[in-house]
């Protein structure tokens, strides 16, 4: 199933070039009080939730994918991780350009782990990335993205993708500089997710996915996730080592080779084998 978030946080069934609105399926979420569980309730009971949206879908609202305004598809999410340097040839690129390094030594990620970026930092496709630090490189970096389904920790490699909920495409913006990764990739804007959640029966194995970004038709970024230094399973081992998971949380698997700037007035296309493909603007501040 793909599934949606789009317009005023309504929940669609994404169907070829169509959304059907099954927003009545919000209804079904259990009654929650202060102080709220972190992390997001829709993806924490999206098993249930899965058989009544296909009943709703049967005969419900349908609208033009074109013609709304696609959100994130995750809204809550509690933390994202993100990894760094996790295809051997960005790690070389990033190693001889000054640009990328910034003159420290780029470290594998074997040494670094993962980091984390901001929620604050997320927004969906139809939104604007905000390119306001003129005085700095601003790059692009296409990421395929899943989202941690139930509750986690100390999983291990051989059943971990038991633990995911789906799959979507994300934009890890970055200004280069000498900063922490955390401040320099969480800037508001900097975190795009969409254009829609592909659920993890439907999307299968993650293990050798063609993905591209490309800008005004040029190709950017083109590679494979069987390139991964650390693949979706391993990260999701790797981080519930340290941290418990929750529903809702976004794994963000790295970027490969091309990483370059982006200009205000920009279209990153980006597009992912399995999941479909989303323009994202850039504008000046
Ligand atoms: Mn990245």
Same mark, same amino acid.
């Given at each position: 199933m793909?599934?949606?978030?789009?317009?005023?946080?309504?929940?669609?069934?994404?169907?070829?070039?169509?959304?059907?609105?099954?927003?009545?399926?919000?209804?079904?979420l259990p009654p929650v009080k202060w102080p709220y569980p972190r992390g997001d309730a829709f993806?924490?009971?999206?098993?249930d939730l899965m058989p009544e949206m296909r009943k709703i879908a049967a005969d419900g609202r349908r609208l033009k994918l074109a013609e709304v305004k696609l959100l994130s598809p995750v809204a809550q999410p509690g933390k994202?991780?993100?990894?760094?340097?996790?295809?051997?040839?960005?790690?070389?690129?990033?190693?001889?350009?000054?640009?990328?390094?910034?003159?420290?030594?780029v470290k594998t990620i074997e040494e670094c782990g993962v980091f984390l970026k901001a929620t604050s930092s997320m927004i969906g496709p139809a939104d604007p990335v905000v390119s306001d630090r003129s005085d700095r490189r &601003?790059?692009? *970096?296409?990421?395929?993205?899943?989202?941690?389904?139930?509750?986690?920790?100390h999983v291990r490699e051989d059943n971990a993708l038991d633990y995911v909920a789906g799959f979507m495409i994300g934009l890890d913006m970055t200004i280069r500089g000498p900063?922490?990764?955390?401040?320099?990739?969480?800037?508001?804007?900097? &975190?795009?997710?969409?254009?829609?959640?592909? &659920?993890?029966?439907?999307?299968?194995?993650?293990?050798?996915?063609?993905?591209?970004?490309?800008?005004?038709?040029?190709?950017?970024?083109k590679a494979n996730t069987r390139d991964l230094i650390f693949d979706c399973r391993k990260l999701i081992a790797y981080a519930s080592?340290?941290?418990?998971? *929750?529903?809702?949380?976004?794994?963000? &698997?790295?970027?490969?080779?091309?990483?370059?700037?982006?200009?205000?007035?920009?279209i990153l296309n980006c597009r992912i084998d399995g999941i479909g493909e989303m323009n994202v603007a850039v504008r000046a501040a």
């Open positions: 793909r599934i949606c978030r789009f317009d005023d946080n309504r929940v669609g069934v994404v169907e070829g070039d169509e959304i059907v609105d099954v927003s009545a399926i919000l209804d079904r993806i924490a009971n999206l098993p994202i991780v993100a990894a760094p340097v996790n295809y051997k040839l960005h790690l070389e690129e990033a190693r001889a350009d000054q640009g990328i390094h910034f003159g420290s030594h &601003t790059d692009h *970096e296409i990421e395929l993205c899943f989202v941690i389904g139930k509750k986690a920790r900063e922490e990764r955390s401040y320099r990739k969480s800037r508001d804007t900097f &975190t795009v997710f969409g254009p829609w959640l592909v &659920t993890a029966d439907e999307f299968g194995d993650p293990s050798a996915v063609d993905f591209e970004l490309k800008i005004a038709g040029q190709t950017r970024q080592e340290a941290y418990t998971l *929750e529903p809702g949380d976004v794994f963000m &698997t790295g970027t490969p080779e091309g990483v370059a700037p982006v200009e205000p007035g920009d």
